[in-house]
């Protein structure tokens, strides 16, 4: 594979999303780190640490004690989660400093970039959504405002990346909108996409449920895939990486995007790439009895 992204690497204990997962919150980890970048550069991949802040989508255990912070105080409907601190202005500094931080860790890791986790859900798309932000700051109510976090962090870890390891990759991936009434929409999180573009992130990820969905929250556009219209408001120059049920050479055919990302077809099935390469085999659906370790998720 041309990248081999590892997903969720916590930047402080407030932030891991679950009980188990890869931590870059201290510089105890940087050996660690090292010999994932490792085996990751000998089977010939370019290695990506995926940064993510949980905000609101965590609770007491998963965060060690250490206490959960959103933008406002406002528990999330689902999931396993406590009711949030309001971050104030010094928690939000701190947090930007610890993706800088963390972002420094993995070069010294020798990873080749870092992905900012702005979707789902996650504390990136809590400061852009109005259901989960209702600060009277700076940092909330309007559309600018919302952007204000997402913006800041990002341009901190670029400039933090270039003075570091000139070449080293960042990117960004978002969810582009959210589905419940009056929540995150498409128009809002596209001007987002915009200014990460300006500011020179490497490529923009799309966290997507279907590679050719369309969106429910921006009716002019119902018609047009959400990777053609995203396409068209960042222009040509930055890669759009596009996911979401990427399983068969038919799939591949009709999806539009720079790179594609495929996660659970290859813990389900390790050889699925030469299966896709082979147009008269194509993957197996479903394999069942395929665990992901540390939790509960049977695919």
Known sequence: MGLDIIGSAYISDSANTAYGAISVADDSKIDGLKKLATVIHQGGSKAILQL?????????????????????????????????????KTDIETVIQQFEDATIRAIKAGFDGVELHGANTFLFQQFMSP????????????????????????????????????????????????????????GDDLLLMQVLGKLGIDYLSLSLRQYDQTSITCETLSDLQITDIVKQAVGDDLPIMVAGHLGTQFAFERASGDL????????????????????????ESRVTGTVIPYTTLNL
């Open 52 to 88: 993510v802040h949980a905000g609101r989508m965590t609770n007491a255990y998963a965060a060690k004690g250490a206490p959960v912070l959103a933008p406002s105080e406002v528990k999330a409907a689902h999931g396993d989660v406590d009711l949030p601190k309001a971050m104030t």
């Open 131 to 186: 259901l989960s932000n209702l600060r009277t700051d700076e940092y909330g109510g309007s559309l600018e405002n919302r952007i204000r976090f997402c913006a800041q962090t990002t341009k901190r870890v670029l400039d933090t990346a270039r003075a570091h390891k000139p070449g080293f990759i960042v990117g960004y991936r978002i969810s582009p909108e959210e589905f419940e009434p009056g929540a995150l929409k498409l």
């Open 260 to 283: 594609f990302a495929v996660g659970s077809k290859f813990l389900k099935q390790p050889n699925w790439p030469a299966q896709v390469r082979n147009p008269g085999v194509q993957p």
